[in-house]
């Protein structure tokens, strides 16, 4: 049993790398590309694909903080992997490993750029709403985010969602010998010193 979870584990961190390398090597190809020329219409008036440099945290939003970005990232997915080790194993659990990886990946391709470079590389530009720009990492941790949501709302069980860590309730069950039992047992003694 210890034998498959560590081969899950495993296998769990190969998925992170090749999501991060996936991160990376589109960055790269946009550097290659996309800087400093003209944006690229891959649908016209829907997606573009743009070079931006992002001081800031996913999308473009809080520019100017990045002390805060490199030190976060490593902290969020500290954590995450410590959910990720003991939640409950079985694939009705699998749909949230699989946000955790998705979430660990995006933090740290993006917490690479920051350490590398002191940005991030952002180059997909959805037109019709002027969304932010963002990159393969920012959609990672999007969708995981979302699924995540939905899963906690319509997916699982109050008493599944209990035995996720940080997430399920701490109160602790009646220590055995105690209350009702501890009653009985009474009872029973009494009982015996009335037969005696």
């Avoid at 990376?24 to 649908?43: D, E, N, R, T």
Wanted: charged share 20%; hydrophobic share 50%; proline share 4%.
């Amino acid at each position: 049993m210890d034998n498959a979870r560590g081969l899950k584990s495993l296998l769990s961190a190969a998925a992170v790398l090749a999501l991060i390398a996936l991160d990376q090597w589109a960055k790269h190809l946009a550097v290659v590309h996309l800087k400093g020329q003209m944006a690229v219409s891959l649908i016209r008036d829907i997606l573009e694909l743009l070079y931006v440099e992002n001081m800031g945290a996913a999308f473009g939003i809080m520019n100017g903080m990045r002390l805060i970005f490199v030190l976060l990232p490593p902290v969020v997915s500290a954590v995450l992997i410590y959910v990720y080790l003991r939640m409950p194993a079985g694939r009705r659990f699998l749909p949230a490993r699989i946000c955790c990886i998705g979430i660990i990946a995006g933090a740290l391709g993006n917490w690479i750029d920051r350490l590398r470079q002191g940005y991030v590389v952002d180059f997909i530009y959805f037109k019709p709403i002027d969304f932010p720009v963002f990159n393969v990492a920012d959609i990672y941790v999007t969708c995981s985010a979302f699924l995540i949501i939905f899963l906690l709302i319509f997916y699982y069980k109050e008493e599944e969602i209990s035995q996720i860590p940080l997430l399920g309730s701490d109160k602790s069950e009646p220590a055995a010998g105690t209350g009702k039992d501890n009653k009985n047992a009474g009872e029973g003694k009494d009982t015996d010193k009335k037969e005696m």
